[in-house]
């Protein structure tokens, strides 16, 4: 909610420099939610957080190679999206949310997530129903969203394309959330957008503190993972969205 009324107190102030200035508005749309997921089988595996590489350099290596490796296919957007909460192979990926995909469509798509840098291999095993063959697990290296810095290294052609599959992955976790009833299980839950008027400087500042929130909660998560390993407390999987657009002109 202090994020939500920043935002409200932003287009009010961007409004009183707009009468002294007289430049165009911008209009733009702000949207924040913050909703328990249910508690599938994947949640059942813990809190998995890939520590930090401190190797930032390389991860931004041929970046447009790497973000259209997860754009290809929805399936590439759902693996990653996945291994951000556990690890996993591509047979348990597959025999979970295989649908109609191929499993060698699966394997396929995990090798090359994981040589573009999106996957990294943090075990293997064998035996028992693998009969003799190794069973590779795999985490996410990094989140399926993007701050504002990194998405400004994305080209412009394919940012559509990638905006539309970040949109579609969240109607999913909504759509699962719904059927589950837990989207509106908490009280505390938060679901708000809201149209804003503002200037440039308003627009800077909106996705100033955006990107803020977005940092503190990923920070929020580490802290949570600490909290967890001492307690043994059943994690909370949650799913939080934040947005910040220009809207479109004269549409009426």
């Given at each position: 909610?202090?994020?939500?009324?920043?935002?409200?107190?932003?287009?009010?102030?961007?409004?009183?420099?707009?009468?002294?200035?007289?430049?165009?508005?911008?209009?733009?749309?702000?949207?924040?939610?913050?909703?328990?997921?249910?508690?599938?089988?994947?949640?059942?595996?813990?809190?998995?957080?890939?520590?930090?590489?401190?190797?930032?350099?390389?991860?931004?290596?041929?970046?447009?190679v790497r973000i259209a490796r997860v754009l290809a296919s929805p399936l590439s957007m759902k693996i990653v999206s996945e291994l951000n909460l556990r690890e996993m192979?591509?047979?348990?990926?597959?025999?979970?949310?295989?649908?109609?995909?191929?499993?060698?469509?699966?394997?396929?798509?995990?090798?090359?997530?994981?040589?573009?840098?999106?996957?990294?291999?943090?075990?293997?095993?064998?035996?028992?129903?693998?009969?003799?063959?190794?069973?590779?697990?795999?985490?996410?290296?990094?989140?399926?969203?993007?701050?504002?810095?990194?998405?400004?290294?994305?080209?412009?052609?394919?940012?559509?394309?990638?905006?539309?599959?970040?949109?579609?992955?969240?109607?999913?976790?909504?759509?699962?959330?719904?059927?589950?009833?837990?989207?509106?299980?908490?009280?505390?839950?938060?679901?708000?957008?809201?149209?804003?008027?503002?200037?440039?400087?308003g627009w800077k500042q909106v996705i100033r503190s955006v990107d803020d929130l977005f940092h503190q909660l990923l920070q929020e998560q580490m802290a949570a993972k600490?909290?967890?390993?001492?307690?043994?407390?059943?994690?909370?999987?949650?799913?939080?969205y934040l947005a910040a657009f220009e809207s479109p002109r004269d549409l009426f």
């Amino acid at each position: 909610m202090q994020l939500f009324r920043s935002l409200l107190e932003e287009q009010a102030d961007a409004r009183i420099r707009i009468a002294e200035s007289g430049e165009e508005p911008m209009e733009s749309t702000a949207g924040i939610a913050a909703f328990d997921s249910p508690r599938l089988h994947r949640n059942r595996s813990g809190l998995l957080l890939p520590p930090a590489t401190g190797d930032e350099e390389a991860q931004s290596t041929h970046f447009t190679v790497r973000i259209a490796r997860v754009l290809a296919s929805p399936l590439s957007m759902k693996i990653v999206s996945e291994l951000n909460l556990r690890e996993m192979s591509a047979s348990s990926f597959y025999d979970e949310f295989g649908g109609a995909a191929r499993r060698s469509d699966v394997n396929r798509c995990f090798r090359k997530l994981a040589e573009d840098g999106w996957l990294t291999k943090v075990r293997e095993e064998t035996g028992g129903r693998r009969r003799g063959a190794t069973e590779h697990f795999y985490r996410a290296t990094g989140p399926a969203i993007f701050d504002t810095k990194n998405w400004a290294e994305v080209p412009e052609a394919i940012r559509g394309t990638f905006s539309w599959r970040v949109f579609e992955q969240l109607a999913e976790q909504v759509r699962e959330a719904m059927a589950a009833g837990t989207f509106d299980a908490r009280p505390d839950r938060h679901h708000t957008w809201t149209p804003l008027v503002l200037d440039q400087v308003g627009w800077k500042q909106v996705i100033r503190s955006v990107d803020d929130l977005f940092h503190q909660l990923l920070q929020e998560q580490m802290a949570a993972k600490a909290r967890l390993a001492e307690s043994g407390e059943e994690p909370l999987i949650a799913t939080v969205y934040l947005a910040a657009f220009e809207s479109p002109r004269d549409l009426f």
